[in-house]
């Protein structure tokens, strides 16, 4: 369901639970922080996997202060017979892997839309995920924790505010979290775009060595992260509006070239705008138009421009 390799995300988990141990019983060393952290930056499978072996330690944990009969208190015991309960669990979360049995799965689930298709998804604490086109989120909302992955795509959070419970979106190599937001996130290859439209968020890397340090951002801002770091611009409330008008099936554009305007038409239609000359690619216009509109558009580039359309199957090429 998650779309990741059975043996990839068994392989992950394995050495998530092999990292926890060796943070719980062997002498952490700054080599060994080093290590994980580039392991975790690695892929985001690794992080993800992380944050599960580690919440079903702290329930083995409360499980075990809860097990606990009260009595009076007794002298320290010796240090081996202390840490044997912690081996127990760690042990467990191995034996847990073996079988294939994975506590946080069933609380898991993705969600993905197909080229041209939007969907909104609602939790049980009432915040509220829609999904552009071609998207793909991962997320797991419980009473204990609220994360989401977005593996690709782009995505509109409506989130309830939780102090005790943060709601986080991981998007590649960088983390968002809510302070009481609305929030995108558009996830492309190597680039990951982050626009507040309400409230507050920080954004910040998941690992060291991640060029770009925390940022908390505030209504208007849009940070766009890549491999350099982070840069942060500003956009007006019409602005703002114009870009989320995908949740009402519209594309509106406002002195934009034509090369952005097929590229943008081409992410919500199978049926693809091919522009090969760099003069045509130039030109601008503006206007607002259904996200399915790619004819439509065509004939409006014909009609004010009067370019020629040759249609190929599922292309449309604008030429001179």
Not at 185 to 195: H, K, L, S, Y
Not at 200 to 209: I, L, Q, T, W, Y
Not at 274 to 295: D, N, Y
């Amino acid at each position: 369901m998650s779309g990741e390799a059975p043996h990839s995300a068994k392989q992950a988990r394995a050495a998530a639970s092999a990292w926890l141990a060796r943070r719980e019983f062997g002498n952490w060393s700054p080599e060994d922080q080093a290590a994980f952290e580039a392991w975790a930056a690695a892929s985001p499978s690794h992080m993800v996997a992380y944050l599960r072996v580690e919440q079903v330690w702290q329930r083995a944990e409360r499980l075990r202060a809860l097990s606990r009969p009260m009595r009076a208190a007794k002298p320290q015991a010796p240090a081996a017979a202390s840490i044997l309960p912690k081996m127990v669990a760690v042990l467990f979360l191995f034996a847990t892997i073996g079988m294939g049995v994975w506590f946080t799965a069933p609380t898991e689930q993705a969600y993905e839309t197909p080229i041209g298709v939007r969907k909104t998804i609602t939790f049980a604490d009432g915040s509220k995920v829609e999904l552009n086109t071609d998207t793909v989120l991962r997320a797991r909302v419980t009473s204990g924790s609220r994360h989401a992955e977005l593996v690709k795509g782009e995505a509109f959070f409506d989130i309830q505010h939780d102090d005790a419970r943060p709601f986080t979106v991981l998007a590649g190599a960088w983390r968002v979290t809510d302070l009481g937001t609305k929030f995108i996130v558009r996830r492309e290859t190597g680039r990951v775009e982050v626009t507040l439209v309400e409230g507050s968020a920080e954004v910040e890397p998941v690992a060291k060595g991640v060029p770009g340090k925390r940022t908390v951002l505030v209504p208007g801002d849009i940070v766009v992260a890549t491999a350099d770091g982070l840069k942060v611009t500003k956009k007006s409330t019409p602005a703002l509006a114009n870009q989320m008008a995908w949740r009402r099936g519209l594309l509106i554009f406002n002195h934009a070239t034509l090369a952005d305007v097929a590229a943008q038409f081409n992410r919500y239609n199978n049926q693809k705008l091919i522009i090969t000359a760099p003069s045509v690619a130039r030109r601008t216009i503006g206007g607002t138009f259904p996200t399915s509109g790619v004819e439509e558009f065509a004939e409006v580039a014909k009609g004010i421009f009067g370019f020629r359309i040759k249609t190929h199957g599922n292309e449309i090429t604008i030429e001179p």
